[in-house]
């Protein structure tokens, strides 16, 4: 046990979360399954925070405290209702078009939990991203991903993809924003339209919010943004 009583958890949120894991999808091959499912044990002497970073990974989602409440996020798109322009600017931009070349990715490889083989921890086919590669000058780049949560190859091969095209939106967008941004959370993708770059409701995935104010005094919400799309 974690040791939450329920007004910690957020239920709406996780009743949302769930309902996008048990969507059927279509496989290559026929037939349908559950988007995300979770799978496995773990020990009580890991640390609840490594077992929660785990089981992250079955869903592509992110867990985190905001409005004083736990939240879950899984990975899907969710079209953006907040729009922000340069109206709600509070301060400066600080723009990052790329990460880190040691950070960047085409390539996703990794371990799961086979059902299909004696739950004997095995490799899901690798996903290469061949025009990714073309754009890195040919160097393949590998993440390893493993997914100690998850039994399914098909599952995990669309884990493993999901995570490989968001990684190649790269885009991130830090600045004050005035409170129009105060109720947006982490998870949530925003339409962001600035003119000064061409952009005509971009849309972000925000990864980061905090509350403070301003030199002058006045409230602010810093959002640090990524930038995301419904086919990433």
């Not at 910690?8 to 349908?32: K, Q, R, Y």
């Not at 160097?139 to 997914?147: F, G, K, R, S």
């Amino acid at each position: 046990s974690y040791g939450l009583s329920d007004s910690d958890i957020d239920d709406t949120a996780f009743a949302a979360a769930a309902n996008i894991c048990d969507e059927n999808v279509a496989l290559s091959g026929g037939g349908t399954q559950k988007r995300y499912t979770i799978n496995g044990i773990t020990r009580s002497d890991i640390n609840y925070g490594d077992v929660l970073d785990d089981m992250m990974t079955a869903c592509a989602g992110t867990l985190f405290w905001g409005a004083g409440n736990w939240k879950l996020t899984v990975g899907d798109y969710v079209a953006p209702t907040k729009r922000l322009t340069l109206d709600d600017l509070r301060g400066p931009i600080s723009l990052t078009t790329r990460v880190n070349l040691r950070d960047q990715f085409n390539t996703v490889q990794g371990t799961f939990n086979d059902k299909d083989n004696r739950w004997i921890v095995t490799d899901y086919p690798q996903i290469r991203g061949a025009t990714f590669v073309s754009e890195d000058g040919g160097q393949e780049q590998t993440l390893d991903l493993a997914l100690p949560f998850t039994t399914d190859s098909a599952e995990a091969q669309r884990l493993a993809k999901l995570t490989l095209y968001r990684g190649r939106e790269q885009m991130t967008f830090t600045a004050d924003f005035g409170l129009n941004a105060f109720d947006v959370e982490v998870g949530e993708i925003v339409a962001l339209t600035n003119e000064r770059y061409g952009w005509v409701e971009k849309e972000f995935e925000v990864t980061g919010w905090s509350f403070g104010a301003s030199e002058a005094g006045a409230l602010t919400v810093s959002l640090t943004l990524r930038e995301t799309s419904e086919s990433a």
